[in-house]
């Protein structure tokens, strides 16, 4: 038996893994002393959403057909992050290949957890700035529309709750904060 905090593992079982995530099965004592189960989900990547904005206050955002959900979905820049690399490293790489946009600026404004409940997923959040523009390559399976539009109207969107991506919403709403919009 070990101990994870104040619950109590008797015993842990492999459920599924993939080169995302990996799902574990756990017999426990509950902090209360009965006896419980619990699933978790490892996930092997960070969470990352970068926030780029010009010298004119534009945004670009991504939209693409987000497969689990069965809906499309406007939102920040943003994906996985290879927990090899640094957090930074990884938000280069994803807003380049998104969007063919690298930044002179880089600054994390928020790190949270996706859930508390059932995975240990964490996510960082930057907003870049002192923009530069090439070229997208976006993954072989995503399919990219980039958009430029005003961070204020994307602000909006955020409010109206046309936007349902949970690190776009937390992103805009600090950022608005940091940028004195809010």
Do not use: C
């Not at 809906?71 to 994803?94: C, D, F, H």
């Not at 907003?127 to 072989?140: I, M, R």
């Amino acid at each position: 038996m070990t101990k994870r905090g104040p619950w109590q593992i008797l015993s842990d079982k492999l459920i599924y893994e993939n080169p995302w995530i990996r799902i574990d099965y756990h017999d426990v004592i509950t902090p209360t002393g009965t006896p419980g189960m619990y699933a978790t989900v490892d996930f092997k990547n960070w969470a990352i959403g970068i926030i780029p904005i010009d010298s004119e206050g534009n945004t670009y955002i991504v939209g693409q057909y987000r497969f689990p959900l069965e809906e499309y979905s406007w939102e920040i820049p943003e994906g996985g992050g290879n927990k090899a690399a640094t957090v930074l490293a990884s938000a280069q790489r994803e807003l380049a290949e998104e969007t063919g946009i690298s930044a002179e600026n880089w600054e994390m404004i928020y790190e949270f957890n996706t859930s508390n409940s059932i995975t240990n997923e964490r996510a960082y959040i930057y907003l870049a700035t002192g923009l530069s523009f090439g070229e997208a390559e976006p993954e072989e399976t995503e399919e990219l529309v980039v958009k430029k539009i005003p961070f204020s109207e994307l602000l909006g969107m955020v409010y109206r709750n046309e936007v349902k991506d949970s690190l776009t919403v937390i992103g805009v709403l600090i950022a608005a904060k940091k940028l004195g919009l809010a």
